[in-house]
């Protein structure tokens, strides 16, 4: 049995400015024992302009704490304004980045073929991603969910050797529960997760499939996140608004 290591991410959005940031992965290395720290990865994702702030306290402190960016570019330097690099990221001490999450993809025309590129460019710097997929509601009712996500998860993997699948993180994130307070059932989250899974087990193999950690992410808080823990397939949660709450995210990674 391959025991995979829980990881607790908070996405921010677009909240908190650097000091603010400072205040809360304080707060939340004093919300967390050690202990706590290594059964389960915490990881916060900050907006760009607070990484800097963020590995400074992470470093000085030496707190057992990981942290990455909402996003990167495709590209690797240039001339492409207002975008920020792999190599960049991984200068600050970043180990996650966020690709193809579901508002970039709505409001940023993010299509599977760029998710695709930066997934690349990610592995490129020695990043891991945390890979967003998820069906909105549409195709929920329509109960295309696990095709849609299948699939999303194809063209975003495509050309990467099972070694490389191995290291990402697969984030399912149903369009339907962000933000919206309607978290899907533990068995929802079990079925889009196990499928993945099991896709992963028909491209790569078993041992890729079984190294890779799957989060769900919706609407988590602490009151739900030990149901949704307690599904053989999901692995962790990536997790937005109860983030931004030290005592709440401290919570979630205490799920037990
Ligand atoms: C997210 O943005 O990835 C997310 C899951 O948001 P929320 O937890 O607020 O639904």
Redesign the pocket.
């Known amino acids: 049995d391959t025991v995979r290591r829980p990881i607790m991410a908070g996405?921010w959005?677009m909240n908190l400015n650097h000091l603010e940031a400072i205040q809360l992965v304080q707060k939340l290395a004093f919300s967390l024992t050690e202990q706590q720290l290594n059964e389960v990865e915490a990881v916060v994702l900050p907006p760009f302009t607070d990484l800097r702030s963020v590995q400074t306290l992470v470093d000085g402190d030496k707190l057992a704490i990981r942290y990455g960016a909402q996003d990167i570019s495709a590209y690797a330097s240039g001339a492409y304004t207002g975008e920020i690099s792999g190599a960049m990221l991984a200068k600050l001490g970043c180990t996650y980045v966020v690709i193809g999450?579901s508002?970039r993809r709505e409001y940023h025309n993010e299509d599977d073929a760029l998710v695709n590129k930066k997934v690349k460019a990610a592995l490129a710097n020695g990043l891991t991603p945390i890979l967003?997929i998820g069906e909105g509601l549409e195709v929920r009712e329509a109960v295309g969910h696990v095709g849609h996500c299948c699939s999303q998860l194809d063209n975003a993997l495509d050309g990467l050797t099972a070694e490389q699948v191995q290291k990402i993180v697969i984030?399912y994130?149903p369009v339907w529960?962000?933000?919206?307070g309607k978290t899907a059932t533990p068995e929802n989250a079990q079925e889009v997760c196990g499928a993945v899974r099991a896709r992963l087990v028909e491209k790569y193999g078993k041992e890729t499939a079984d190294a890779v950690r799957i989060q769900y992410?919706?609407?988590?808080k602490a009151a739900n996140i030990a149901a949704i823990m307690a599904q053989p397939d999901v692995d962790g949660a990536?997790?937005?608004?109860?983030?931004l709450d030290a005592e709440e995210f401290a919570s979630i990674c205490r799920y037990q």
């Open positions: 996405n959005k999450h508002e967003c984030a994130e529960a962000i933000g919206t992410g919706g609407s988590v990536l997790i937005g608004g109860a983030s």
